[in-house]
Nanobody
């Protein structure tokens, strides 16, 4: 399984950007796919998570109403549309896949991720 992220970069506060995560060699029947982020000096934290491509999506409170996760089930790509960005959103963003579906989805936790993407940086200037 390989996850390849793209997008991100430097944006100004209030602007938008979109991240993509392409899934290769992916043949699980039941899984959770999430977006996570890690700011300098901080632990990796959850952002959003979906349960199976096209399934339910869960968000952490800090991004609700601003970020939208979606998926293209044919292309096997997941997206994270990020609007109204804030400086505190600056981090390296990772997509990850977990077969521990319920815990990962309900808690949007990175604790049970089996496969990680390489990470992509998003920097939001004030």
């Amino acid at each position: 399984v390989q996850l390849v992220e793209s997008g991100g970069g430097l944006v100004q506060a209030g602007e938008s950007t979109i991240l993509s995560c392409a899934l290769f060699g992916f043949n699980f029947d039941n899984y959770a796919i999430g977006w996570f982020r890690q700011a300098p000096g901080k632990e990796r934290e959850g952002v959003s998570c979906l349960r199976n491509l096209g399934g339910d999506i869960n968000y952490v409170d800090s991004v609700k109403g601003r970020f939208t996760m979606s998926s293209d089930n044919v292309k096997k790509v997941v997206y994270l549309q990020m609007n109204s960005l804030k400086p505190e959103d600056s981090a390296v963003y990772y997509c990850g896949v977990s077969t521990v579906v319920t815990e990962t989805f309900n808690r949007v936790t990175p604790d049970f991720i089996d496969f990680w993407g390489q990470g992509i940086e998003v920097s939001v200037s004030a």
